[in-house]
Antibody, heavy 115, light 113 residues
Framework: EVQLLESGGGLVQPGGSLRLSCEASGFMFSRFDMTWVRQGPGMGLEWVSLISATDGSTHYADSVKGRFIISRDNSKNTLSLQMNSLRVEDTAVYYC????????WGQGTTVTVSS | DVVMTQSPLSLPVTLGQPASISCRSSQSLVHSDGNTYLNWFQQRPGQSPRRLIYMVSNRDSGVPDRFSGSGSGTDFTLKISRVEAEDVGIYYCMQATHWPLLTFGGGTKVEIK
């Protein structure tokens, strides 16, 4: 069974940092692009970042560019999102998503940025 | 950037009746490889999104056949032939044609009248 398990969410003050992780199982992790998508309170889905399986290239939404860093460890089947200089508007549930076609989603981890 | 526009925002439906959701993109979603990477997702209350349809009209495994997708170019539609209580939730379209910048529609809330 394909599974994605996020962790690392929590409460952080504006300007702080947080690192999210996603443990993948049930599929050949190294062969798939991986994506982070977030959903603010009562809001829709927003693509955040993608890391390519082919060349490890990283891509970001303008709203997080320069502050967030996506990475992957294929030996551990793990995806990460380092979030720096957090803002109140980064408050959201963050989903780890398999592939650019988004066929499998994790349960999400909640990030709250507040003073 | 590609903008995805869904309508309506809210869709009250009587049980057993059909429902239709529109999704329009600001640019063509036909990829250079000839495919169109337009997906539909369902998010039930309190749950993670679940993909229903990929590449415009292909149902994911386990998705009831009352769900169907159609469209081309910039105009796409998700139809539910006969709405059931378990279909309540928010539906999103998403384009992956313009990889790596993925874009979601704003969502359509389906509720029972």
């Amino acid at each position: 069974e394909v599974q994605l398990l996020e962790s690392g969410g929590g409460l952080v003050q504006p300007g702080g940092s947080l690192r999210l992780s996603c443990e993948a199982s049930g599929f050949m992790f190294s062969r798939f692009d991986m994506t982070w998508v977030r959903q603010g309170p009562g809001m829709g889905l927003e693509w955040v970042s993608l890391i390519s399986a082919t060349d490890g290239s990283t891509h970001y939404a303008d709203s997080v560019k320069g502050r967030f860093i996506i990475s992957r460890d294929n030996s551990k089947n793990t995806l990460s999102l380092q979030m720096n200089s957090l803002r109140v508007e980064d408050t959201a549930v963050y989903y780890c998503v398999k592939g650019a076609w988004a066929d499998v989603w994790g349960q999400g981890t909640t990030v709250t940025v507040s003073s | 950037d590609v903008v995805m526009t869904q309508s309506p925002l809210s869709l009250p439906v009587t049980l057993g009746q059909p429902a239709s959701i529109s999704c329009r993109s600001s640019q063509s979603l036909v990829h250079s490889d000839g495919n169109t990477y337009l997906n539909w997702f369902q998010q039930r209350p309190g749950q993670s999104p679940r993909r229903l349809i990929y590449m415009v009209s292909n149902r994911d495994s386990g998705v009831p056949d009352r769900f169907s997708g159609s469209g081309s170019g910039t105009d796409f539609t998700l139809k539910i032939s006969r709405v059931e209580a378990e279909d309540v939730g928010i539906y999103y379209c998403m384009q992956a044609t313009h990889w790596p910048l993925l874009t979601f529609g704003g969502g359509t809330k389906v509720e029972i009248k």
